[in-house]
C-alpha cells in the first residue's frame, strides 16, 4: 500500500510517500510544496496546484495529514488551517480517504514518545527508511505522518481480523 503523509503548512507543505508491505516499509519519495510571498487565494492555489500534481505523480492508497494545533497567534492559526484544507482535499479528490493524527501521536507512534525533538523524528525517519535522503524538516515529519498512517493501518486490519475470526 502506498501512503501519503502531508504536514500542512502556508509557506512550506511537507510530503512524503511511502509503501507498506505489512511491517515493511519502503521510501518512494518526498518533498516540499512552497508557495510565493502574495496574496492568500495565490498562495493556496500554488500548494493546490503543486500537491495535486504529486497525487497525480506518485498515485496513493491512502493518505494522512497532521491536526493542526491553535497557538495564540490567531490569524496564523487560520491560515495553517487553510493550507491544512488544502492538504485534506487534494487526496480526498483523488478519491482517498484521509486519516488525521494529533501531533503527538505522531511522535509517540515513529519515536516513542509524544514529546519528540524535530531532530529525534528525522533520525527515527531515516532509520526507519534506510537509504531515504530528506528534502528538509517539513518533509521529515510528512514521512512521519505516512509512517503512522502505515501502523495504525496495519493494526487496524489485524484488529478487524481477529474481530472477524472470533465472530466466524
Known sequence: MRVLGIDPGLRNLGWGIIESDGA????VANGVCKSAPGALSGRLLQLFEQLSHVVENFAPD????EQTFV???GVGTLK???????AMLVPARAGLEVGEYAPNTIKKTVVGVGHAAK???DHMVR????GVRIEGPDAADALAIAICHAFHMRNAGHLSHALAKAGA
Do not use: E
Not at 24 to 27: F, G, N, Q
Not at 127 to 130: F, G, I, M, R
Open 24 to 27: 515493511r516499509l519502503r521510501h
Open 62 to 65: 491512502a493518505a494522512a495529514v
Open 71 to 73: 497557538n495564540k497567534d
Open 80 to 86: 495553517l488551517g487553510q493550507a491544512r484544507g488544502i
Open 119 to 121: 531532530q529525534q523524528i
Open 127 to 130: 532509520l526507519q527508511l534506510p
